[in-house]
C-alpha cells in the first residue's frame, strides 16, 4: 500500500504537472489578480478625479459666467444714465474671451484623462505615464488661465468699474 502511494507521488512528478491540477492556461495567477485589481483601482481613481474636476471647475466658470453677465448688465444700466462704459465693455469682452481659453483648455485636460483611462493597463509600455504627464501639464495651464482670469478681474475690472463713480453723466435734454 505505501510502495503504490509512493509510486503515484513519484508518478506525479515525474510527470511535470500536478496529477489532479487544472491546466495552467485557465488559472488566472496571482500576479495577473493583482495586475487587474490594480487596474481597476487605476481606472476607479481616474473616474473620481474627472468627477471632482467637473464640479469644481464647472462651479468656477459658472461664477466668472455670472460675473461677466453683472458687468454687462451694470454697463447697460450705466449707459441709460450717460456714462461712458465703453471700457469696461471692452474689459467684459476680454474676461468672456479668457474664460473661453479657460474652459477649451480645460476641455483638454479632461479629454486627456479620458484617453489615459482607456489605455491599457500594464500593457501600454509606458504610454499611460506618458498620457498621465501631459494631463497633468494641462492641468497647470488651466490653472494658470484662473489664475489670469482672477488677477484680471482685480487688477484692470474693478479699477475700471471704480473709475466710473469718478465720472459724471452725460445729461442728454428731454424735451420738456
Known amino acids: ?7 503515484l507521488i513519484l508518478l506525479s512528478f515525474s510527470s511535470g504537472t500536478p496529477a489532479f491540477a487544472a ?6 495567477t496571482l500576479i495577473e489578480k493583482r495586475e487587474e485589481a490594480r487596474c481597476e483601482g487605476v481606472v ?9 474636476y467637473n464640479n469644481t471647475a464647472e462651479r468656477h466658470l ?10 454687462i448688465a451694470l454697463a447697460d444700466r450705466l449707459d441709460g444714465q450717460g456714462y461712458d462704459t465703453s471700457k469696461v465693455r471692452a474689459d467684459a469682452q476680454i474676461l468672456n ?3 473661453t ?29 506618458k498620457t498621465m504627464g501631459q494631463s497633468r501639464e494641462l492641468l497647470k ?16 475690472l474693478h479699477p475700471d468699474i471704480k473709475a466710473l463713480r469718478s465720472q459724471t453723466p452725460k445729461v442728454t435734454p428731454t424735451g420738456i
Not at 44 to 52: E, F, G, S, V
Open 141 to 156: 495651464t488651466f490653472r494658470a488661465d484662473v489664475a489670469d482670469i482672477r488677477t484680471f478681474i482685480r487688477t484692470v
Open 62 to 71: 459658472n461664477h466668472y459666467r455670472k460675473a461677466t453677465e453683472r458687468v
Open 44 to 52: 476607479r481613481r481616474i473616474d473620481n478625479r474627472i468627477t471632482a
Open 101 to 129: 481659453k479657460a474652459a477649451q483648455d480645460y476641455t483638454n485636460f479632461i479629454a486627456k484623462l479620458e484617453e489615459a483611462k482607456a489605455q491599457d493597463c500594464g500593457d501600454s509600455q509606458g504610454v499611460f505615464r
Open 97 to 99: 474671451e479668457k474664460i
Open 23 to 28: 491546466p495552467r492556461d485557465k488559472v488566472p
Open 1 to 7: 500500500m505505501l510502495s503504490e502511494i509512493f509510486a
